[in-house]
C-alpha cells in the first residue's frame, strides 16, 4: 500500500523531464529580501528552487507560498527527524502548502509515518541517506561503522520499501542507488559543481553531466549560481549540460 501511494509521484517527477525540471537553485541565503532578488534576476531560466534552514527560519515560509503561487516549484530541504506522529503532523501541514519535494532523514520509523501522512497529497518525500559534507572519516566519528556507500545503499533500500518518492544521496552514489530504487524513485543529488567551480565544503562532489549519466533524477546547485557575477548565464549554462547529458 505504501509503495502505491506514492507511485504516481515517482513517475510525475522521473518521467517526460526537461532540464529545467531538473535543476533545482538552492537559495542558501540569509533573508529573504536577497532570495526574493535572486529568483527575480533569474527570471524564468530556472523554475525550481530549494529552502533550507537557515532561510525556512527567517520568513522562508512565506517566500515558499509566494513561489508556489508564483507557479514555481519548491524543495523544502528541513531534514525532519522525530516521534513518529511528531513527523507525521509536520509532514502533514507541509503537504497543504503546495511545495514539490520535502526531505526527512531516511529512518525506516520516521519515513513509513511520513508516507502514510503525505498520501494522496502529491507531495514527493525525500529520503536523506548520508549528508554530501561527511566522508567515511566523518561517518566513524559519529559512531558509525558503515562506510558511507554502505550506509547510502542501506538507507535507498529502506526508503524504497516504506514508498518513499525519492533519495537525497551524493553523484558519486547515484549509479548504485538507482540500481537499487529502480527507474521511478527520485535521485536527488546536491554538491554538484559544474566544470572548474570550486568544491567548497562538500567533499563528494560531480559536475551534472556526470551526475545526469549515472541516474540522477534532479540536481541541487547553490553557490555556483546563487555565488556567479552573471547567474542567468551560470543557470542556463548547466541547464545546457544536463540537456547534453540527457
Do not use: W
Not at 534576476?41 to 515560509?61: E, H, P, R, T
Not at 559519529?142 to 542501506?154: I, K, N, P, Q
Amino acid at each position: 500500500m505504501r509503495l502505491d501511494a506514492h507511485r504516481s509521484v515517482r513517475g510525475i517527477l522521473v518521467t517526460n523531464r526537461k532540464a529545467s525540471d531538473q535543476l533545482i537553485v538552492a537559495l542558501d541565503v540569509p533573508t529573504v529580501l536577497e532570495a526574493a532578488g535572486i529568483v527575480e534576476n533569474l527570471g524564468d531560466a530556472v523554475s525550481f528552487y530549494k529552502i533550507g534552514y537557515q532561510l525556512a527560519f527567517s520568513g522562508g515560509m512565506q517566500l515558499a507560498d509566494e513561489l508556489v503561487r508564483a507557479g514555481k516549484r519548491v524543495f523544502l530541504d528541513l531534514k525532519l527527524l522525530d516521534i513518529d506522529n511528531t513527523v507525521a503532523k509536520g509532514v502533514e501541514a507541509i503537504a497543504k502548502t503546495g511545495v514539490s519535494m520535502l526531505t526527512l532523514h531516511a529512518y525506516p520509523k520516521a519515513m513509513a509515518a511520513a508516507v502514510e501522512a503525505a498520501s494522496g497529497s502529491g507531495l514527493c518525500l525525500l529520503g536523506v541517506t548520508v549528508l554530501t559534507s561527511m566522508d567515511d572519516a566523518d561517518l566513524v566519528d559519529a559512531g558509525y561503522h558503515d562506510t558511507a556507500e554502505t550506509l547510502v545503499a542501506r538507507r535507498a533500500r529502506q526508503a524504497f520499501e516504506a514508498g518513499m518518492g525519492g533519495i537525497v544521496c551524493s553523484a558519486a552514489e547515484a549509479r548504485a542507488v538507482r540500481e537499487i530504487v529502480g527507474p521511478d524513485m527520485a535521485v536527488v543529488t546536491p554538491g554538484i559543481r559544474p566544470a572548474g567551480a570550486a568544491a567548497g565544503d562538500q567533499k563528494r562532489v560531480v559536475t551534472p553531466a556526470d551526475a545526469i549519466a549515472a541516474g540522477a533524477s534532479h540536481l541541487v546547485v547553490g553557490r555556483p549560481v546563487v555565488a556567479a557575477s552573471d547567474r542567468t548565464a551560470s543557470a542556463l549554462a548547466i541547464l545546457e549540460e544536463i540537456e547534453s547529458a540527457a
